[in-house]
Every structure is written in structure tokens, then in C-alpha cells.
């Protein structure tokens, strides 16, 4: 396997600060570079990150590929995350409701707006962030929506939101505390912080190991658990209040799992495994993806 040379190499861990790690996992990024890249397991909190990172990650997003950018449906891959997308988007409008019925919504790592649009016409505010040009410049144009930058962040109004949301954001994101803490700033006091993360501990991702997709390396910085997600809030007086699984990931991971493995039998077998995986996950709720719900202590 290649491997870029330009690397950064994490020296603490990304939520405890721990310098004593262990190596947990060698894999490659099957999605884009076909490069290999390492993951590491900290002594002291048992949080997983890849380590080193390439000092450039913006490289590893600019592909046509990367369906969380793309508005255009290509092959069974891109048919299939449409299709979940929109019906995960119904899911989340029925989530947030349970707990706020309307207000102020920011949702970081809005990608193309499709979620602002739905929450929007449910007469939401809505403001979305987003890194990628192509993304935020999409959702501006064609829903006409309010898609800042990360850096803008910094520049919004404290207390003014009742809804935060981060959907497979947070494991993307460099500085883990420092993204908390503007969460913290902004939400209202009682507001709501919904977070969606893979989840290592899965059924899924010990089946595939290096080949699970939801790796995603480099793309993926932090490989979360739910105990090791819940140790990362504590520190900021956050608390989880509830967790469901994304039971659609399964299926769409398994496929994409898969098709790394070269398996000519891809779809009956990432069928096969994503059902096994979410079946396996009742007993223990460590699903392939879990939606966490978390208030201020």
C-alpha cells in the first residue's frame, strides 16, 4: 500500500490529552487515495483516531465521488444514499420535534441544504455551515438558504439557537473541544445538541475491521464509541438523554464494505449483513450508526 508522506503526527489524544497510545488498526482509504493510514488507541481513555493525519485533508474530499457533496445521482451507490438521505430527513424532522416544535436550528455540516429546506418549509429558522464550497454555494443558489463557513462560527450570536445539529460531522472535525465549546456558546440554555456518529463498537465494524467503510480514514479523524463519545461530552457538563440507532447504515455501510472487499456478490451479501448487523446490535444498542440526543447536566 502507498502511503502520503506529507503526515502529521498526533502526539495527544484528541479527548483526554493522554500521550500513551496503542496501535489499534492498519487500513487504507479504499473510497479515493488508496493510501495507507493507521489508527491509534489511547492508553488511558480508549478513544480511537487516526494517526498520523495527512497535512492536507483537503485533498481527500475533492472527488465527484463523495456522495455527502453530490447532487447527482450516479449508479446503485448514489440511488441508494439518495434514498436514505430523504428518508432520514423525514426521520430527523420527527426527532427534533419530540423535543422542540419549532425555532431556531443551526446544522453544521448542512452539505447541499437538504435538511435546512425540509426543516424550512416546516417553518424553522434555519442556518447551516458549511466547509465545502460546492456544497454551501448549492444550497445558497438553489434554496436560498444562510450557509456559512466554519470560521463564521465564531461571529454568531450566543444563546440564539434551540436545535444544534452535527449529522457525521463531529468525526470529521480537527479540534473536538474547541468545536464543543462553540456548541456550548451558542445553544439557548435549554437547548438541544443532536449528534450523529458511526459507532466502532458495532457488529458491522468488527465483521469488515480494516474494511469497514465507515473508517473512512483520513476523512474520518475520530473513531467514536458510544462510551468514548459520552467520556467527550462529560468534559464539557453535556450528557446524553437519549440514543436510537440509523438502522439504513447497515446496509449502505455494508455495501460500500463490500464492495472494498471486490465481493461479485456485493448486494446479497451487504443485504444480508447489514440485516445480521442491525439483529445482532438489539441486544447490545451498539448499531452501525447511533443519533445521540444530548442537553446540558
Known amino acids: 500500500m502507498k ?13 483526554c490529552d493522554g500521550n500513551a497510545f496503542t496501535p489499534y488498526l492498519e487500513t487504507r482509504d479504499f473510497f479515493y487515495s488508496q493510501e495507507a493510514f493507521f489508527l491509534s488507541q489511547c492508553n488511558k481513555c480508549s478513544f480511537v483516531f487516526t494517526n498520523p493525519i495527512p497535512a492536507n485533508l483537503v485533498k481527500y474530499y475533492e472527488t465527484p465521488d463523495y ?12 440511488w441508494l444514499y439518495s434514498v436514505i438521505r430523504n428518508a432520514n430527513i423525514k426521520r430527523k424532522f420527527r426527532l427534533l420535534s419530540s423535543y422542540k416544535t419549532d425555532g431556531n436550528l443551526l446544522d453544521i455540516g448542512c452539505g447541499t441544504g437538504e435538511l435546512l429546506h425540509y426543516f424550512s418549509n416546516k417553518g424553522w429558522k434555519t442556518t447551516g455551515v458549511e466547509p465545502n464550497t460546492f456544497a454551501r454555494e448549492f444550497a445558497m443558489k438553489n434554496y436560498n438558504h444562510k450557509v456559512l463557513q466554519e470560521k463564521d462560527l465564531d461571529n454568531l450570536s450566543s ?19 474547541n468545536r464543543l465549546g462553540q456548541v456550548d456558546r451558542l445553544l439557548k440554555e435549554d437547548g438541544v445538541l443532536i449528534v450523529a456518529l458511526p ?25 467514536f464509541t458510544p462510551a468514548t463519545f459520552s467520556h467527550l461530552i462529560s468534559k464539557h457538563n453535556m450528557r446524553i438523554i437519549h440514543s436510537e440507532p440509523m438502522k ?13 472487499l471486490k465481493n461479485p456478490l456485493f448486494f446479497f451479501s451487504a443485504i444480508y449483513n447489514g440485516y445480521l448487523s442491525n439483529l445482532k446490535a438489539k441486544k447490545t444498542n451498539n448499531y452501525s450508526s447511533m443519533i445521540f440526543v444530548i442537553k446540558r447536566r
Open 3 to 15: 502511503q502520503n508522506k506529507e503526515l502529521i503526527e498526533i502526539k495527544s489524544c484528541p479527548v
Open 199 to 223: 459507532n466502532l463498537a458495532s457488529p458491522d465494524s468488527k465483521k469488515y475491521n480494516k474494511y469497514w467503510s465507515a473508517l473512512d480514514v483520513p476523512r474520518h479523524l475520530h473513531h
Open 67 to 78: 456522495l455527502s457533496h453530490n447532487t447527482k445521482n450516479k449508479g446503485v451507490f448514489g
Open 248 to 260: 439504513f447504515d447497515s446496509y449502505y455501510v455494508s455495501f460500500l464494505s463490500e464492495k472494498y
Open 159 to 177: 444563546s440564539d439557537y434551540d436545535i444544534i445539529s452535527m449529522w457525521h460531522v463531529l468525526e470529521h472535525v480537527s479540534d473536538l473541544h
